[in-house]
């Protein structure tokens, strides 16, 4: 019996928010979609002046609740957030959250770390916490960098700044085996905690006053070990969980990973030996969604029909510079297209 | 005399004169897969490489002389000479009865070895094993060698020219075995290295066969 059993952890569902403006690829001033860069991505949402993470998290949510029914004030044990660019230094934003939905968790954790592979890393924490007598958790992710950083005119002509996109998804889980969650594996890798640094050109550190905006740094001597290192973290952690829940990969019927651009997409799938269609992300509309991929990947898998009642799930990214990896498998149950 | 066209403005070349940073670095993550399929690594040259614990100069003396090859190869034995100089003829035991002719072309400075071979005949030589023998110390930091070995695709593994040449019912080419080729050199290089190892480990002679 693995570990799951008592008691059990169900996906039972996740929905989007993304922000109402769309940029093309013009707006980073690069019309030649010759360059490699810009290949793949044709726009991405950027968050508006003034819009918060905590309104983000409430849209999204707001969907979730009407899909599954759920009552906010009773049905949320556990608040996890994780937001790429924090609307306030020092609070984080799950108590905001909880305000706005009238909700009153025993536990808010605003996540700092983990990234792009948040989503698997809430799982394995909101598991944790049921085994300690919580029914049910909201996790939340924001990626709002877009709009708050690369789209600042002194970063736009960066190469990095067309990659990231804005959004927002969440997602539910509940303490039954409706949706189970098979198995869950999660990595730290400390050793490569230093590669991703936020800069700015000024050389001053984020919180002192600058001349300049922030841009993140992955220096030109570390890109190919950086690429290489993600090019097998994924995989060998998606095997992994695979492993624990008793499957190989070829039972996977929808794999949903991080997004950080197209080569790291074709890279995992091949490594996997997984047909494109089965391989289900938004990189082209939507640019890196960072942690807020997994669930709005999830999301568009169930609406457009690639995720149906039985489908096994596998969910696997990596975050940063390769400092976290994980994945998850769930036998998916959960909401499908008939929702909408 | 100087070239008469721009070298960065034929097709196909990248230099950092035509290719910025910034997109030489695309390229190059574009270029980088998490995995390669076999038949797109070893489809066209099969090349593998070893180190070998064992200095370079007795490394080449033993691949240059061609009864080595009856050691460390999986199936070629019996080896004579020929009537015509440095052409030796054996068997190549995993076609049955197959003969195989051989020459050996070695370049002492370079540390290259060639083995110019075909199966049944020897007028034409067109299974050829690029060998090359690197100082271990040069490229690794360390006493041994390295050793390079490249097989090219010659159109002759597809079809057999010389038909009648082979032995009768023997049914199969040694072109059929080339989805095998890395297997089989993996294997072999890896009796090269234990064989090599072992004598140099234990102080005999490199070439037993060689009288004193």
Not at chain 2, 164 to 190: I, K, N, S, T
Request: charged share 20%; aromatic share 8%.
């Amino acid at each position: 019996m693995t570990q799951l059993s008592q008691p059990p952890l169900s996906l039972v569902g996740t929905a989007s928010y993304l922000p109402e403006t769309v940029r093309d690829n013009a707006f980073f001033g690069c019309t030649d979609t010759k360059n490699p860069m810009f290949k793949g991505s044709r726009t991405r949402h950027h968050v508006a002046d003034g819009e918060t993470a905590v309104q983000m998290i409430e849209r999204a949510a707001r969907r979730l609740g009407e899909n599954l029914d759920l009552d906010f004030g009773r049905d949320v044990d556990v608040l996890l957030t994780n937001v790429s660019c924090l609307d306030q230094p020092f609070t984080g934003c799950g108590a905001s959250v909880a305000r706005v939905l009238g909700c009153k968790p025993r536990w808010i954790i605003d996540m700092q770390n983990t990234g792009c592979v948040s989503f698997v890393f809430m799982l394995d924490l909101a598991r944790a916490l049921i085994r300690s007598g919580a029914r049910s958790a909201l996790l939340c992710n924001v990626q709002n960098a877009g709009g708050r950083i690369f789209a600042h005119p002194e970063n736009r002509a960066r190469p990095q700044s067309a990659i990231p996109g804005d959004g927002c998804g969440v997602g539910y889980v509940v303490a039954n085996d409706e949706s189970p969650v098979r198995a869950i594996e999660t990595l730290s890798h400390g050793e490569y905690a230093d590669d991703m640094r936020v800069k700015s050109e000024d050389g001053e550190a984020w919180w002192a006053p600058r001349s300049g905006p922030l841009h993140i740094d992955f220096t030109q001597s570390r890109i190919g070990k950086i690429v290489s290192r993600g090019n097998q973290l994924v995989p060998k952690i998606v095997t992994k969980a695979c492993a624990e829940a008793g499957i190989s990969v070829s039972d996977i019927d929808v794999l949903v990973t991080n997004q950080p651009n197209k080569t790291f997409l074709r890279n995992w799938r091949e490594a996997l030996l997984m047909p494109e269609e089965k391989h289900v992300h938004t990189f082209e509309d939507h640019g890196n969604l960072f942690g807020a991929a997994m669930p709005i990947s999830i999301e568009k898998a169930a609406l457009q029909g690639t995720l149906t009642n039985g489908s096994t799930l596998a969910i696997g990214g990596f975050s940063h510079a390769g400092d976290y990896s994980g994945a998850a498998i769930v036998d998916w149950r959960g909401q499908s297209e008939h929702v909408q | 005399m100087p070239s008469s066209v721009d070298i960065n403005l034929i097709p196909n070349v990248h230099r950092f004169e035509n290719c910025p940073k910034d997109e030489m670095n695309a390229l190059a993550m574009d270029l980088t897969h998490a995995v390669y399929p076999h038949d797109q690594v070893y489809g066209k040259y099969c090349t593998l490489e070893e180190y070998i614990a064992c200095p370079p100069e007795a490394v080449f003396e033993y691949l240059s002389d061609v009864h080595c090859l009856a050691e460390w190869t999986y199936s070629m034995r019996d080896f004579a000479p020929t009537e015509q100089d440095g052409l030796y003829v054996s068997l190549d035991k995993i076609g049955s009865a197959t003969r195989i002719f051989t020459k050996v072309k070695s370049v002492p400075g370079a540390m290259t070895v060639d083995y110019h071979c075909a199966w049944d005949q020897g007028d034409a030589l067109w299974m050829i094993y690029l060998m090359r023998v690197v100082p271990a110390q040069l490229v690794l930091n360390k006493p041994g060698s390295v050793v390079l070995w490249t097989n090219c695709k010659h159109p002759h593994y597809e079809n057999n020219p010389f038909p009648d040449a082979a032995p009768e019912g023997r049914d199969l080419w040694v072109g059929d075995l080339w989805p095998f080729f890395y297997a089989g050199h993996h294997v072999e290089m890896q009796n090269l290295k234990s064989i090599l190892e072992h004598r140099h480990a234990s102080g005999e002679a490199i070439r037993p066969w060689v009288s004193k």
